[in-house]
């Protein structure tokens, strides 16, 4: 079974101080940082890229901090290496940004990352079918890639349950609107890495909210009501 595993997205940190929000998140039990790159093409927004990583990587190790990095980018093929040689644990590439799925996915393995691929809401899981046997986690987007602080899309549970259905190993990350209150249906979906950006970051108690992330994940392995 796949672990229980919480990535709180930096996108919702303060990026002047990123080696304290790294620390801090670390600190409150979070087991991956979550990064968004954005190139104003795929998504309107521009954020941050590989020389930003690298940064944060200059002061937590491999194994100390693990580095989800989604790239909500347009061809994501041309990036592989400079995420590869800035330290990137993961690459979380969009399956609507490249025709290259595979290309993608073999240069990432071959230059020691895990690999992702992420769908948008209105993207039909099916895409990823042929693609799964060779990913390391799958992303269903549970908002409209591009910004922090929007509301949870329940629609998009349905496809998470096709995938924990068929693929009972598989690592299924969620991102968007995901806190206390919204994580339990992603769980019972079949979710395992939870992504949470305003949840975490905003609370008064973050430690806490990442606790009861985790919870809702465990609870529903132990029950598996994605298989109902
Ligand atoms: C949205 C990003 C998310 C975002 C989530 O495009 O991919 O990772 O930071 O933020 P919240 O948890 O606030 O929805
Ligand atoms: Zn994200």
């Known amino acids: 079974m796949s672990e229980a595993k919480i990535a709180p997205s930096l996108l919702s940190g303060d990026f002047s101080n990123l080696e304290h ?15 968004d790159i954005m190139d104003s093409q795929f998504v309107p927004s521009l954020t941050i890229g590989p020389i930003v990583v690298k940064a944060m990587r200059n002061h937590f190790t491999k194994e100390k901090a693990f580095f989800d990095c989604h790239l909500m980018v347009m061809n994501p093929e041309k990036w592989v290496d400079e995420f590869a040689d800035a330290g990137a644990n993961m690459f979380c590439f969009h399956y609507e940004a490249t025709e ?24 039909p899981v099916e895409v990823l079918d042929p ?9 269903i987007m549970t908002v ?5 602080g929007q509301s949870f899309r329940s629609e998009c549970l349905p496809k998470v349950n096709y995938l924990r259905k068929r693929y009972p190993d598989l690592d299924i990350e969620v991102d968007g609107g995901l806190s206390p209150k919204t994580v339990d249906a992603a769980s019972d979906a079949g979710a395992n890495v939870i992504v949470a950006g305003t949840a975490v970051f905003k609370a008064e108690n973050p430690t806490q909210v990442i606790a009861e992330l985790r919870n809702s994940v465990l609870k529903a392995q132990e029950t598996k009501p994605w298989a109902k």
């Open 100 to 123: 290259k799925h595979m290309e993608v996915i073999n240069r990432a393995h071959e230059r020691g990352m895990l690999v992702s691929c992420a769908v948008k809401p209105n993207t």
């Open 144 to 148: 409209e890639p591009g910004k922090g």
């Open 21 to 35: 929000e790294v620390g801090r998140m670390l600190e409150y039990g979070s087991d991956w940082l979550h990064v």
């Open 131 to 139: 693609l799964v046997q060779h990913l390391d986690m799958a992303l």
